[in-house]
């Protein structure tokens, strides 16, 4: 009997030491920590676990929302002392869609559940869609170019356009490509062709590429512009005296009038340089009508260059310039008998002569006397009074070749011999 007590009494110990060391033992510490390779359907949980000295297995509770209803699958991590990180990877999520996770540790000690945590899956790429294209219309079309535009929708693939173009819906030529990027904002679209034929009509349409596909915009038509066939010019008036200035005008002949660049060339007397470009282009009216305001100093020729392919020029047109001669003063002697008339001839010229002329019977002018001008184009001529009243008027003669013309002066009344 005695043997048998000591083994019962010896059990006991053994199982009261076991239950104390249970009783004694701390459950486990457990930290989730952030979702990792995130994929579409997948990712990797991550914690911080402490057994605290009990063998230990960890798994993580998960679902849309913090009731979970979902778990891992479990990992043990030993009976150690100090913490272990803890991965778990979970497949077979929804796309695009938030979840709610924490760990779960378990030991003879008992359960603990970490913090909530949360991850999104990944959006699944979105397939590519053929791009939308529209054919817009056309600008800046000269005789031999135009701009070709269109609207262009990516749809967020990276999508390049060109144009096709030519004399019929066969096109047969086509622009360089050009890229608008891969946005999914509707842009827009331009290309410059060239070496076109005046007057023809072109079909142009554009097309759009990327990954999914080809888009064609429709057909349209624009017909190059024609040149001019004729341009005129006229002046306002001629002569214009010294200095004053002149209203060229003129029209354009053809069926392309309107908006036509026009240009005022001219040459001064002696002519010996050639027409030149003078002031700035004009555009023609929308009935094909220009004009142009031309000081002039010196006989001079102009004529207007209508660009186009090719370029139309005007007939020559000629203003002369006329002297400018005036009278500023007319005084009597003393006794009346004689009168000085002075003024101006403008420009003073070397062989520069002021001719005083009366009004005689019917209109006519009748030749008084004449009178060299000095450096600076000032005269004077002295004259016998008359016993009648007369009119007279100063002729500015320059003698210079042809640069000026004749002048004339405003009208003087003098009065009769008292």
Same mark, same amino acid.
């Given at each position: 009997?005695?043997p048998?007590?000591?083994?019962?009494?010896?059990?006991?110990?053994?199982?009261?030491?076991?239950?104390?060391?249970?009783?004694?033992? !701390?459950? *486990?510490?457990?930290?989730?920590?952030?979702?990792?390779d995130?994929?579409e359907?997948?990712? #990797?949980?991550?914690?911080?676990?402490?057994?605290?000295?009990?063998?230990?297995?960890?798994?993580?509770?998960?679902?849309? /929302?913090?009731?979970?209803?979902?778990?891992s699958?479990?990992?043990?991590?030993?009976?150690?002392?100090?913490?272990?990180?803890? !991965?778990?990877?979970?497949?077979s999520?929804?796309?695009?869609?938030?979840?709610?996770?924490?760990?779960?540790?378990?030991?003879?000690?008992?359960?603990v559940?970490?913090?909530?945590?949360?991850?999104?899956?990944?959006?699944?790429?979105?397939?590519?869609?053929?791009p939308?294209?529209?054919?817009?219309?056309?600008?800046?079309? %000269?005789?031999?170019?135009?701009?070709?535009?269109?609207?262009?929708?990516?749809?967020?693939?990276? %999508?390049?356009?060109?144009? !096709?173009?030519?004399?019929?819906?066969?096109?047969?030529?086509?622009?360089?490509?050009?890229?608008?990027?891969?946005?999914?904002?509707?842009v827009?679209?331009?290309?410059?062709?060239?070496?076109?034929?005046?007057?023809?009509? +072109?079909?142009?349409?554009?097309?759009?590429?990327?990954g999914a596909? %080809?888009?064609?915009g429709?057909?349209?038509?624009?017909?190059?512009?024609?040149?001019?066939?004729?341009a005129?010019?006229?002046?306002g008036?001629?002569?214009?005296? +010294?200095?004053?200035?002149?209203?060229?005008s003129?029209?354009?002949?053809?069926?392309?009038?309107?908006?036509?660049?026009?240009?005022?060339?001219?040459?001064?007397? *002696?002519?010996?340089?050639?027409?030149?470009?003078?002031?700035?282009?004009?555009?023609?009216?929308?009935t094909?009508?220009?004009?142009?305001?031309?000081?002039?100093?010196?006989?001079?020729?102009?004529?207007?260059?209508?660009?186009?392919?090719p370029?139309?020029?005007?007939?020559?047109?000629?203003?002369?310039?006329?002297?400018?001669?005036?009278? #500023?003063s007319?005084?009597?002697?003393?006794?009346?008998?004689?009168?000085r008339?002075?003024?101006?001839?403008? *420009?003073?010229?070397?062989?520069?002569?002021?001719?005083?002329?009366? !009004?005689? /019977?019917?209109?006519?002018?009748?030749?008084?006397?004449?009178?060299?001008?000095g450096?600076?184009?000032?005269?004077?001529?002295?004259?016998?009074?008359?016993?009648?009243?007369?009119?007279?008027r100063?002729?500015?003669?320059?003698?210079?070749g042809?640069?000026?013309?004749?002048?004339?002066?405003?009208?003087?009344?003098?009065?009769?011999?008292?």
């Amino acid at each position: 009997m005695r043997p048998l007590l000591i083994l019962l009494i010896a059990a006991l110990a053994t199982s009261l030491a076991a239950t104390s060391a249970v009783l004694a033992a !701390e459950p *486990p510490a457990a930290t989730t920590g952030a979702a990792k390779d995130v994929g579409e359907t997948q990712a #990797t949980l991550t914690a911080t676990v402490d057994p605290k000295g009990s063998a230990t297995s960890v798994h993580f509770e998960l679902g849309t /929302s913090t009731s979970y209803g979902l778990q891992s699958a479990s990992k043990d991590i030993g009976n150690g002392t100090t913490p272990v990180t803890v !991965e778990i990877p979970v497949q077979s999520l929804s796309p695009s869609t938030t979840y709610h996770f924490r760990a779960v540790a378990t030991s003879p000690a008992g359960n603990v559940q970490g913090a909530d945590a949360t991850l999104k899956t990944a959006t699944p790429p979105v397939a590519p869609t053929r791009p939308a294209a529209s054919t817009g219309g056309v600008r800046d079309v %000269t005789p031999s170019s135009a701009t070709l535009t269109a609207s262009v929708n990516p749809h967020g693939a990276a %999508t390049s356009t060109r144009f !096709e173009y030519g004399t019929s819906t066969a096109y047969g030529a086509t622009t360089p490509a050009t890229d608008v990027g891969a946005g999914s904002r509707t842009v827009a679209a331009a290309a410059t062709i060239g070496a076109l034929q005046a007057g023809k009509r +072109y079909h142009y349409r554009v097309v759009a590429v990327n990954g999914a596909g %080809t888009s064609r915009g429709g057909d349209r038509t624009f017909t190059a512009a024609t040149t001019p066939t004729a341009a005129t010019l006229s002046a306002g008036k001629d002569p214009v005296t +010294y200095g004053g200035s002149v209203v060229l005008s003129g029209k354009l002949d053809g069926s392309r009038r309107s908006g036509v660049r026009v240009r005022l060339q001219t040459t001064v007397f *002696p002519f010996d340089s050639p027409f030149a470009d003078k002031g700035a282009a004009v555009k023609s009216s929308s009935t094909g009508t220009y004009s142009f305001t031309l000081p002039v100093t010196a006989t001079t020729r102009a004529l207007v260059v209508a660009d186009g392919a090719p370029s139309i020029l005007s007939k020559l047109v000629v203003i002369r310039s006329a002297a400018r001669a005036g009278i #500023t003063s007319v005084t009597r002697s003393a006794d009346g008998r004689t009168v000085r008339v002075s003024g101006r001839v403008i *420009p003073a010229t070397a062989q520069g002569i002021a001719a005083l002329q009366r !009004e005689g /019977s019917g209109g006519r002018w009748v030749p008084l006397r004449r009178a060299h001008v000095g450096g600076d184009g000032r005269y004077t001529v002295t004259l016998r009074a008359r016993r009648q009243p007369m009119a007279v008027r100063a002729v500015g003669l320059t003698h210079d070749g042809g640069a000026h013309v004749r002048g004339v002066s405003r009208t003087v009344r003098i009065g009769a011999l008292r």
